[in-house]
């Protein structure tokens, strides 16, 4: 059962690394390992998401209520479907889809075979080198005003990588976006938009295992979640401002330092798989 000790240092790291593009559940699973822990579990993880996600929906709660009004009115309104907001909302649902129907395909290999160590390092170090490339060789001239459907799919395919520990959901929505010329403030924008439904989808169907038998308990869950979501509206303010003037590159350096120092510690014996 997991602590109070350990629900506060958790929630603090899922509120710093959430919105990071340096994967917060490699980093909960490294946290728990190094302190002799036992794996929170993909349950207690996805519930604790729900709390860096509600640091979205208030950060950017204008945003969205323009967006599902003019989405809801554009149902029966046809002079608002090319509004942008109207646009958007539809994006978000597509780009939910690939990550939705992938998830519940795999949702054992998830909780199982994928929180394995050794992945989750080799995943930090490739995708790492993925958001480099993608930050150094992308045209960055498109905003949001320039989403499509077919962008909005290729988002959601980047999205979906997520469901593997170490890949970063942020990192992989903005690693796609990069690649297909957006800006920095768009594509990080655009991923904090488009992670909405899936985290609360995830978070809601997994709350059901909490306080069963052999399961993380209410209380723990819950500090977790307020810790996080507190932490994580920092991180998002920070981070969005730090794009407008600055490149990836320290995060994709972390990564692959990260994962390199990961290997040798699994290899000498000093954290096990």
Request: glycine share 10%; proline share 3%.
């Amino acid at each position: 059962m997991i602590s109070w000790v350990e629900a506060v240092v958790l929630g603090i790291v899922q509120g710093l690394t959430e919105f990071l593009p340096i994967s917060s559940s490699a980093h909960i699973l490294i946290v728990s390992q190094l302190f002799g822990w036992q794996d929170p579990g993909a349950a207690f993880t996805a519930v604790m998401q729900i709390g860096t996600e509600a640091a979205v929906l208030i950060y950017f709660r204008h945003d969205i209520v323009r967006i599902v009004g003019t989405w809801a009115r554009s149902l029966a309104d046809p002079s608002l479907r090319g509004h942008i907001d109207a646009r958007m909302g539809w994006y978000v649902i597509i780009g939910t889809i690939p990550i939705a129907v992938l998830g519940l395909t795999f949702s054992h290999q998830i909780e199982t075979a994928a929180r394995n160590l050794w992945l989750v390092a080799v995943v930090l170090i490739v995708f790492g080198l993925v958001l480099g490339a993608a930050d150094r060789l992308g045209s960055k001239t498109k905003e949001l005003d320039q989403l499509d459907a077919r962008t909005g799919i290729l988002f959601g395919l980047g999205q979906a990588l997520a469901l593997i520990p170490g890949v970063s959901r942020s990192g992989a929505t903005i690693s796609t976006g990069l690649a297909l010329g957006f800006t920095r403030a768009a594509a990080a924008r655009y991923a904090f938009l488009l992670a909405i439904p899936a985290v609360l989808a995830s978070g809601l169907f997994e709350m059901r295992k909490i306080g069963e038998a052999g399961e993380v308990a209410w209380g723990p869950t819950l500090l977790a979640t307020a810790i996080a979501f507190v932490v994580g509206y920092a991180v998002i303010a920070w981070l969005l401002r730090y794009v407008t003037t600055h490149s990836y590159l320290p995060f994709v350096i972390y990564r692959i330092l990260l994962g390199a120092a990961l290997m040798v510690m699994l290899a000498t014996g000093t954290l096990t798989t």
